[in-house]
């Protein structure tokens, strides 16, 4: 079962990722953009994750992924207690990858193997 710790682990381990706390929650990102965010009337996390993996995963596991609209922008609401802390990793590391600059996402990703 992951945690918010696990989450903040992660986040903070990405280069150039901050915590910023908004609206009640932590908020992590990358300059002035938001990856990963604990917010909203329900409390939930939200990701923002690569739409290919959303539409997989708001299918395949609707029970812990579901779409959260912000205008125009799709982002997931995702029950991270019902996840292992490596899923969490490696959604967390997805959703940083969508706001960095692909090069950046790349050389962080090759070095890790």
Excluded: C
């Excluded at 009337?41 to 690569?50: E, G, M, T, V």
């Amino acid at each position: 079962m992951a945690s918010e710790a696990d989450v903040r682990r992660v986040a903070l381990a990405l280069p150039e990722a901050v915590e910023v706390m908004y609206r009640g929650g932590p908020w992590f990102n990358v300059g002035k953009k938001t990856f990963v965010l604990f917010w909203g009337p329900h409390a939930r996390w939200i990701f923002k994750l690569p739409k290919p993996r959303q539409a997989l995963l708001f299918e395949a596991r609707s029970d812990v992924f579901e779409p959260y609209r912000a205008g125009a922008l799709v982002w997931s609401y995702v029950d991270i207690e019902v996840l292992s802390p490596e899923e969490v990793e490696d959604l967390v590391t997805d959703a940083w990858t969508t706001i960095v600059p692909r090069t950046t996402a790349r050389a962080y990703l090759a070095a890790r193997g």
